[in-house]
């Protein structure tokens, strides 16, 4: 890629500057970016003042937070094809594919972690390698694509499995790792950390991150820059393939198993976190840190209504509403940048 087309790629991108902020336009702009972690920390205080013996707890917290490590690195995968403007649907799918291939192999196999572990992540890739290769060379609407490859990975776990968890032969090695802490805080987050890393590095300080940008932002533009569209949304599919790949393998290190059943319960949850967090941190643009807080703050949220007695219903109602607002803010966030861009 030369300069010239590096210079246009990085224009097509960038958001217009802002110049000559009043004072009320930068407290909109603070309230833009910061707005849900003052949220968040309004949820904390609010809990813990009505919970101070439940919620408010050092085991809550912790569980809270080696609960949903899994659960924020699959939100962070989905964020990489709709970077490039991209839903994928099969995310949940597979997650639970490759739990049970992670788990499969372990049980019935005796494959050892160094084989197991990257056979889930290759698992992972290869789907996404499917997705984007329909997607990108067959030019097949994406919902379309990963809503059936979700629908094809959740039968064939079914007809694996018969329904039933995979519940031996799974290393102590692995589940120490999964439900251990390390200096007080669970190693999921460790590992959580590690990705968040990687992510952010990837879409934020590579090329390949702000091509990304660029194909999501206009893709008949990134095209006539010279940037390889095709291969672009292919390569976002595949690592985020990967990337729940992973999550698949950390999912079975935290329950112990291989759970038929649970790749049904990531979807909502990671789509609303990956939309929410675009109305953070860099407001009306996925992103890493943003996507993080989103995670934490629903399930902070959920754990509070639940300590409160509320049914089990009131689960889905919340991830469900914060899923449409969350996509209502970033569409309109998305529209602000790109009419002062």
């Known amino acids: 890629m030369t300069e010239a087309v590096t210079s246009t790629v990085e224009k097509v991108e960038a958001p217009a500057q802002r110049k000559g902020l009043t004072a009320r336009g930068v407290a ?23 919970l101070p013996d439940s919620f408010a707890t050092v085991l809550n917290f912790r569980n809270i937070a080696g609960n949903q490590a899994v659960l924020a690195i699959v939100s962070l995968a989905a964020i990489i094809p709709l970077i490039c403007g991209h839903f994928d649907l099969s995310i949940g799918a597979v997650l ?15 494959a050892p ?3 197991a572990v990257p056979a889930g992540v290759a698992i992972g890739a290869l789907i996404g390698l499917f997705n984007g290769l329909l997607i990108a060379r067959l030019h097949v609407n994406a919902l379309i694509t990963t809503l059936g490859t979700a629908t094809v990975l959740t039968g064939l776990v079914t007809l694996y499995t018969d329904g039933q968890s995979i519940l031996t032969g799974i290393p102590a090695l692995l589940t120490d790792l999964g439900s251990g802490t390390w200096l007080g805080i669970p190693c999921t987050l460790y590992f959580l950390g590690l990705v968040a890393l990687f992510t952010w590095y990837l879409l934020e ?17 990134a095209r006539l820059v010279g940037l390889k569209v095709d291969r672009l949304v292919i390569q976002s599919f595949v690592v985020s393939g990967a990337l729940v790949g992973f999550g698949g393998v950390l999912q079975v290190a935290r329950q112990g198993s291989g ?16 939309f929410l967090g675009a109305t953070s941190i860099q407001p009306g643009r996925f992103n890493v840190p943003g996507t993080i807080l989103a995670v934490f703050f629903l399930a902070t949220s959920v754990s509070g209504l639940s300590l409160l007695g509320v049914d089990n219903w009131v689960e889905a109602i919340f991830n469900g509403t914060a899923l449409v607002i969350a996509v209502a803010l970033s569409t309109v966030l998305s529209r602000r940048q790109a009419g002062q861009s």
């Open 28 to 50: 909109f702009v603070a309230l833009q970016r910061y707005g849900l972690l003052v949220l968040f920390v309004l949820t904390i205080a609010v809990f813990s003042a009505l």
């Open 96 to 110: 639970g594919l490759t739990s049970v291939a992670t788990a499969a192999l372990f049980s019935k196999y005796a």
């Open 113 to 115: 972690m160094w084989v």
């Open 205 to 221: 300080h590579t090329p390949f991150g702000r091509y990304l940008h660029a194909v999501g932002s206009n893709p008949i533009a």
């Open 259 to 274: 759970n038929p059943q649970v790749g049904v319960f990531f979807l909502m949850p990671a789509l609303s976190a990956a």
